[in-house]
């Protein structure tokens, strides 16, 4: 099977699998594992205030990155490899069983870096809770979505809070993973999702993790520039075809992104925040945008325009990036990987 078909079947049936099965139970998931190891790594680093610290904190996340790209890589290696001799004639494309496996088997790990449609099963429940007039209910709910204390939150802030968490994810959950996806395959995705999740897990300025955190929490923001700043472009496109306000989102997202504490995370807030023309706050951090807060359905329409931008964008620019680099990198790599295992064994 020529490359590029091979690419365009790993990326829609990366989405498909997202949309149809979802997340993994947490046990099995890549993002467990990974911090499952980072937790480990946590125990044993004892010294937390030297400058040596930071140092420790770089090699502990070359140390995950490696070791679980070397794992995903040597599967894909031996899948493409080792399964060569079956062959079928479908609609006139040559393919092999180990083709066919491979390319799932690349769909489901790319699928374990990113996330289009989880946020609306986290919110559902919290939404249901509201109609029903449980508001401790849902304050326990979206605790488990957000940092902030929600035990005092009234049912406005547990909306804002909500649409703050889904706009956000939209660039740390889809379009920097998917991105990354593109240029340089499971390289690249495993790249930012392991500085991302080290960076939620030791990136707090205080005494623990100020130093230990400091390398992946620039990383991430290094790799997540670029992608937070399209992301208005990408809401302003869906805004335009769905129906939200599509005017001004990215003037609003340059004007207003600088409130959120992160350098990155302010930008798609406040383009969605704009789209649908409501406001979000974090009591005491920040406001963004000019409407009202948001009501319980704004949080449907909220995680709707964040799925649709989402696919957009894996559409529109994973999708050709992948087919016309990311998976060539990816095959040159596992080659390379195969080559160095021969000669091992």
């Not at 420790?56 to 031996?78: K, Q």
């Not at 995370?265 to 406001?279: K, L, R």
Request: neutral net charge; proline residues 3%.
């Amino acid at each position: 099977m020529e490359l590029w078909m091979a690419a365009v079947f790993v990326v829609i049936v990366a989405l498909l699998i997202d949309r149809t099965v979802g997340e993994l139970p947490n046990r099995y998931h890549l993002l467990r594992w990974i911090g499952n190891v980072v937790g480990f790594l946590d125990r044993k680093i004892k010294n937390r205030s030297s400058t040596r610290t930071k140092v420790m904190g770089a090699l502990s996340y070359m140390l995950v990155f490696f070791v679980f790209w070397l794992i995903m890589m040597i599967i894909c290696s031996l899948i493409r490899n080792g399964l060569d001799g079956y062959m079928w004639d479908i609609a006139g494309i040559t393919v092999t069983l180990g083709e066919i496996v491979w390319m799932i088997v690349i769909a489901f790990m790319f699928k374990m870096t990113f996330a289009v449609y989880s946020f609306r099963r986290h919110c559902i429940p919290i939404q249901n809770d509201l109609r029903e007039g449980d508001i401790q209910s849902a304050r326990e709910k979206v605790q488990m979505i957000v940092s902030r204390d929600t035990s005092e939150l009234d049912e406005k802030h547990i909306t804002s809070s909500c649409c703050e968490t889904i706009s956000e994810n939209l660039v740390d959950s889809v379009i920097s993973p998917a991105f990354y996806f593109g240029l340089l395959g499971l390289t690249g995705a495993m790249m930012f999702r392991c500085a991302n999740l080290m960076d939620a897990m030791w990136g707090y300025l205080n005494d623990r993790y100020g130093k230990l955190g400091f390398f992946a929490a620039k990383f991430d923001d290094v790799l997540g520039y670029l992608t937070s700043r399209i992301s208005p472009a990408f809401v302003a496109l869906t805004a335009w075809i769905f129906g939200y306000e599509y005017r001004g989102v990215f003037k609003a997202a340059k004007e207003e992104h600088s409130k959120t504490p992160s350098p990155n995370s302010g930008w798609p807030m406040t383009a969605v925040a704009h789209a649908m023309g409501i406001s979000m706050e974090k009591k005491d951090v920040y406001v963004m945008g000019s409407g009202d807060l948001p009501s319980v359905d704004d949080v449907t329409r909220c995680y709707k325009l964040v799925e649709r931008t989402s696919a957009l964008f894996i559409l529109l620019i994973t999708l050709p990036v992948f087919v016309l680099l990311g998976m060539y990198v990816q095959v040159l790599v596992e080659d390379a990987i195969f080559g160095l295992l021969e000669m091992m064994l």
